[in-house]
């Protein structure tokens, strides 16, 4: 079964987590099953990049990155090169990933600015 590993965020899970999660499961019902209340405004619909996580390990075992997807991250916070939307990324095989939930979301960004 795969495994997904937390890295601590301060808000959502300030010591990190470890968790089993099913295949063809999404990065974000995955977080979401196991407690971890991420940002997800439009639904899961892949509207809005406020689900934005960086996969630090097994970037390559999810579903590849759609072009709307990657339009939509570049509006994210903290865009790196192994960021995807946690609703639009699809757990596909029984590999450990290490994911990280960036310090701020879009939302965030726009009421500081
Ligand atoms: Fe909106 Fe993922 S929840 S893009």
Known sequence: MP???LLPHPEYSPSGA???VSTSSTLCDALLDN???IEHACGKVGA?????IVVRQGFDKLNPLGDNEEDLLDMAWGLEPQSRLAC???VTGSHELVVEIP??????AKETV
Not at 48 to 52: F, G, M
């Open 88 to 90: 639009q990324a699809i």
């Open 48 to 52: 809005c990049s406020t689900c934005h």
């Open 3 to 5: 495994k997904i590993k």
């Open 35 to 37: 407690g971890i209340p």
């Open 103 to 108: 310090k701020y979301s879009i939302n965030h």
């Open 18 to 20: 470890t968790f089993e």
